[in-house]
């Protein structure tokens, strides 16, 4: 049950307006920002890019911890062919979260490993 639900809301997220368009540019920010802090120097990269996985899972884990328990008092409370409709949006938060921070680890990898070529050269 919970797995239809987390592949509902991938659909509902990528369906929506702009979304690619969003994360492209979300990847092209983190590429310039990682540029600048990490100047080419991988390690330190390696660093940061473990600490914005850490944020982001404890963030998805924390949005989770606050929607499912919601969720299951709903179905006991109210008709479950109501919520049926909804399903994509119960976990749209922690999927798009997760979304994010995936395409920002992208991007910051990518503009540390293009600096860190430059400087090679």
Not at 6 to 19: K, P
Request: charged residues 10%.
């Amino acid at each position: 049950m919970i797995m239809e639900q987390l592949i509902s809301a991938i659909q509902y997220v990528i369906s929506g307006h702009l979304f690619w368009a969003s994360m492209g540019f979300t990847t092209a920010i983190a590429m310039f920002i990682g540029a600048l802090v990490y100047d080419g120097e991988v390690p330190k990269a390696k660093r940061g890019i473990v600490s914005v996985l850490t944020y982001g899972f404890i963030l998805c884990w924390t949005t989770v911890s606050r929607v499912v328990p919601i969720y299951f008092e709903r179905i006991a409370t109210e008709d479950p062919a109501r919520l049926q409709m909804n399903q994509g949006q119960i976990f749209a938060n922690p999927v798009t979260i997760g979304f994010v921070t995936l395409f920002w680890v992208l991007g910051i990898y990518l503009g540390v490993k293009l600096i860190h070529r430059q400087h090679k050269l």
